[in-house]
């Protein structure tokens, strides 16, 4: 039987991902009901500001006081799409007060306050969810929350900004720099005006940041992801991957050591092989692979951004706390009793592709290799070019520390053959 009070929902936030949020709830309401088993109601909606023109956005609902709105006490879910720390914090928390569960796309704030924020919904017996916050559209917090709880996972990699991923694909299949790509990204309504968060690398670290406390069961925050975003990533650095049967991609990787007494969690560009299934990720989609030890390997690809796919992801869990309310349930919380700490970059074993400028004369390889040996670092393979006194040389490794890597870098860059090093990039996926 069908509850007939209908649960109230506040919507903070009202732009593209919020107005699609409104508008599906208002056409879809009976089957929203029907899937949940109680009506749902849209109580309003808080914007920054009023008078603008939204499609589809009953304008009776709309309001520019979130507090009051929040704080009505009749409020059963608050669905936060407003993105930053505050005001979206202070209101979540307001949420949790007043009994309300929540539901977020706030990626940047849950790799911040995450376990602050879920110990608050904890004493507040209310749900926390938000699938939206990683990769869009693609289920995957539910997937690692849920149906891989009994399982062991190790590793998480994957392409989780499809920005980056626009960039890097058309530098790739068309020769573009990084400035004309990034244009191209920035006309099509793929990159922000100001695209910082994504092409350094700042989305997807707070996103690797949510995946590995998720999968390992830890404490994991923005500040313990090792970032680098692809502002440096050359047309040369693609011709070389090209030239290795490769494909450069940001990638979020988070790993549990093979002791299983530490994790890492890093977001840089890498090299990796055709061969390799995230290599054929377009445009500006997400692919993401779990590896667990009764799974196996598991790929989860679609739209990783946009209106429609995050909606989707906040609608689906709008679903799942109203049924766990119509329950007088609650859902998963948070699960951080491994407590373990997070490895630094240095430490972290990877294999490097290093392009050195070096001059064109006998003895230069010998005193190169030499130097990679002195510190431990060996050599997969080499590619030397050289003309009228000047070379590159090309050098790709067997796996490494970073700080191994990082001393034999500081060390070339001594020798007088050595001109310069023109990139280097770690190669993964193998």
Do not use: W
């Amino acid at each position: 039987m069908m509850r007939t009070r209908p649960l109230k929902v506040a919507l903070l936030g009202c732009g593209v991902v919020g107005s699609e949020v409104a508008r599906i709830m208002t056409t879809d309401a009976a089957d929203l009901a029907a899937r949940i088993g109680a009506p749902v109601e849209l109580a309003g909606i808080a914007v920054r500001r009023a008078g603008r023109a939204r499609p589809g956005v009953p304008e009776h609902l709309i309001t520019t006081d979130a507090e009051a709105l929040v704080n009505r006490g009749d409020i059963d879910v608050v669905i936060e799409v407003v993105g930053g720390i505050e005001p979206s914090k202070h209101l979540i928390l307001s949420a949790f007060k007043q009994g309300a569960s929540v539901v977020s796309a706030n990626k940047a704030l849950l790799a911040r306050d995450g376990s602050e924020l879920h110990r608050a919904a904890a004493d507040a017996g209310v749900d926390l969810y938000y699938e939206a916050a990683v990769a869009g559209a693609i289920p995957l917090i539910r997937p690692l929350r849920e149906s891989l709880a009994g399982d062991r996972v190790n590793r998480v990699l994957g392409i989780v900004n499809g920005t980056t991923n626009f960039i890097l694909d058309k530098m790739d299949s068309t020769g573009a720099g990084y400035s004309e790509a990034l244009e191209e990204a920035t006309a099509l309504g793929y990159a922000e005006a100001d695209p910082t968060a994504d092409v350094e690398g700042f989305d997807a670290a707070a996103k690797a940041a949510i995946l590995a406390g998720i999968a390992f069961h830890t404490k994991v925050t923005a500040a313990d992801v090792y970032r680098e975003g692809l502002t440096e990533v050359t047309a040369a650095d693609i011709a070389s991957a090209k030239q290795m049967g490769c494909v450069v991609k940001l990638l979020a990787i988070c790993e549990r050591s093979a002791d299983g007494e530490s994790v890492t969690a890093r977001v840089h560009p890498a090299m990796i092989p055709l061969s390799h299934p995230l290599a054929s990720v377009r445009e500006a989609y997400n692919a993401v692979f779990v590896e667990a030890e009764a799974a196996g390997r598991l790929m989860f690809y679609g739209p990783g951004a946009g209106g429609a796919p995050t909606a989707s992801a906040v609608l689906g869990d709008l679903v799942a706390v109203c049924r766990n309310k119509v329950a007088g349930s609650t859902g998963p919380g948070d699960s951080v009793y491994t407590q373990l700490p997070a490895k630094p970059m240095d430490e972290v074993v990877t294999r490097y592709h290093v392009s050195l400028d070096v001059d064109d004369r006998a003895g230069v390889l010998a005193q190169v290799a030499s130097t990679f040996a002195e510190h431990g670092v060996s050599i997969d393979t080499v590619r030397q070019q050289g003309r009228d006194g000047d070379a590159s040389l090309v050098v790709v490794t067997h796996r490494a520390t970073d700080a191994a890597l990082s001393a034999t870098v500081d060390k070339l860059r001594a020798l007088d053959s050595v001109r310069g090093v023109a990139s280097i990039m770690r190669v993964e996926g193998e």
